[in-house]
């Protein structure tokens, strides 16, 4: 059975920083495209962040520059570095773990920026 264990959010005062973390139990990560996804209240989840199978990394331009995703392999954890942090990156933080016909998500981390 899949599981996936997400940490990090928290509190941080605007232009701080944070680390989100995915640890996934059930499958191996490497095998697997890691994205991640934020939803704040009363709007749609946004795409963040693609970690690609080749290797290569997609963001979105809200975050491009001051967000990092990676994954650590050997310990099957994916992570999102957050500096720079804006109020308007306040939300709902997800990891996503998929593959064509696999489909996993965390239950979801809660950032908030105050300004």
């Known amino acids: 059975q899949v599981q996936i264990v997400e940490s990090g959010g928290g509190l941080v005062q605007n232009g701080g920083s944070l680390r989100l973390s995915c640890e996934v139990f059930?499958?191996?990560?490497?095998?697997?495209?890691l994205d991640w996804y934020r939803q704040a209240p009363g709007k749609r989840r946004e795409f963040i962040a693609s970690a690609t199978l080749g290797g290569g990394i997609n963001y979105a331009d809200s975050v491009k520059g001051r967000f990092t995703a990676s994954r650590d392999n050997a310990k099957n954890t994916v992570i999102l570095q957050m500096n720079s942090l804006k109020p308007e990156d306040a939300a709902v933080y997800y990891c996503?773990?998929?593959?064509?016909?696999?489909?996993?998500w965390g239950q979801g981390t809660q950032v908030t920026v105050s300004s």
């Open positions: 059930g499958i191996i990560l490497s095998n697997y495209v």
């Open positions: 996503n773990v998929w593959r064509s016909d696999e489909d996993y």
